[in-house]
């Protein structure tokens, strides 16, 4: 998890997300998605739920994930498609994206080169249990293994669409509302962006209306290889963050 490559596993997580019409939807209705100061606002506290659920002490994680689930509990959504009126802490919705996270964190290692054995990859989806808990799912109720989260995708796959009313995320890329002190960085997004797009499975670029071919699979793969071995070079020390170093001190001991 504290591999730098995984921002691109985290772009790719929400683009998971939003073919699931009642999940987007749910973003859609109870934030100001667009607003530059909201946006970037959203961005950092679920950047933070990141961290402490993968990285806090139990104390801090409970904290975090009691917030969440009272967020959750509160807000509601309508769905125009059925004419229900459903809360964010939906099972379907929260299994949905829960999945979209684990999958694409490991799609985008495994791709990359971080080097996991098909072993390492079932742990890696058991021990994600223990996060869909956090929001309020039961362990049983989402994927223990690879084997089990890609039956659960296949088996999810009629439902999922991108809603008409969402902008598209590689137009959004374009424009992405930063602070100004992150101006610098806008350049970079759209690439960023179409990286992501491209590590995701087929069938579901082609819901987002993109191409969807072998070889945009194997520029990702080559693309992502390159970037990893690249930053790869710098010093451990600057590579992780704060919160994955003393990770790694801890289990070093």
Do not use: C
């Not at 973003?27 to 946006?39: G, Y």
């Not at 509990?73 to 684990?102: K, Q």
């Not at 223990?144 to 890329?173: K, Q």
């Amino acid at each position: 998890m504290g591999e730098p490559i995984q921002l691109v596993g985290g772009f790719r997580a929400l683009l998971m997300q939003g073919l699931h019409p009642r999940a987007m939807r749910g973003v859609l209705q109870n934030s100001a998605f667009m607003d530059p100061s909201e946006a970037w606002s959203r961005f950092v506290r679920t950047s933070e739920f990141v961290r402490v659920r993968t990285y806090g002490t139990h104390d801090e994680v409970e904290r975090a994930g009691r917030r969440v689930r009272k967020i959750h509990a509160t807000l509601t959504a309508h769905d125009p498609d059925t004419g229900v009126t459903f809360r964010l802490d939906d099972p379907a919705a929260l299994r949905w994206v829960h999945v979209g996270e684990v999958d694409s964190y490991l799609s985008v290692a495994r791709r990359a080169g971080v080097r996991l054995s098909d072993a390492e990859a079932d742990t890696f989806v058991a021990e994600w249990r223990r996060a869909a808990e956090v929001v309020g799912l039961a362990p049983q109720d989402v994927p223990g293994s690879v084997a089990e989260l890609r039956d659960y995708i296949d088996a999810e796959r009629p439902g999922l669409r991108f809603v008409p009313e969402a902008a598209h995320p590689l137009r959004m890329s374009v424009n992405a509302p930063l602070p100004l002190m992150l101006t610098p960085l806008k350049p970079a997004l759209p690439a960023l962006t179409l990286l992501a797009f491209a590590t995701l499975p087929r069938w579901a670029r082609r819901l987002y209306g993109l191409p969807a071919t072998p070889l945009g699979d194997l520029w990702a793969t080559a693309t992502l290889r390159t970037l990893h071995t690249g930053i790869g070079l710098v010093p451990a020390s600057v590579r992780y963050a704060p919160a994955a170093r003393r990770a790694r001190r801890l289990m070093a001991a």
